[in-house]
Nanobody, 124 residues
Framework: QVQLVESGGGLVQAGASLRLSCVAS????????MGWFRQAPGKEREFVIA????????YYADSVKGRFTISRDNAKNTVYLQMNSLRPEDTAVYYC?????????????????WGQGTQVTVSS
């Protein structure tokens, strides 16, 4: 069992940066690939970015390439989402999730565990 807790969301202006953190409980964090998804009001949840167990592979959604990056610290059981050049369309609840395998990584069903989400609001 893995429990995930996100933090770091908030209200920022367009062009600003935010760093989200996701802390995992348990001792098997390094055995999971990690991903971030987001869901805006009235929209479906969408994939944002994912990182492999070792951190050696990263997969981005086209909408965030060049602006967002992901990293992990397996010693701290933590995955980070660094968001730069934020836009109003990035406004959403952001969720981290843990997947047992490194596969497509863009589909929710690949992930076994989910956090409760953290709100990110970008004003224009």
């Amino acid at each position: 069992q893995v429990q995930l807790v996100e933090s770091g969301g908030g209200l920022v202006q367009a062009g600003a940066s935010l760093r989200l953190s996701c802390v995992a409980s348990g001792r098997t964090f390094s055995s999971y690939a990690m991903g971030w998804f987001r869901q805006a009001p009235g929209k479906e949840r969408e994939f944002v970015i994912a990182i492999s167990r070792s951190g050696g592979s990263i997969y981005y959604a086209d909408s965030v390439k060049g602006r967002f990056t992901i990293s992990r610290d397996n010693a701290k059981n933590t995955v980070y989402l660094q968001m730069n050049s934020l836009r109003p369309e990035d406004t959403a609840v952001y969720y981290c999730a843990a997947a047992p395998d490194w596969a497509t990584m863009t589909r929710g069903y690949e992930y076994d565990y989910w956090g409760q989400g953290t709100q990110v609001t970008v004003s224009s």
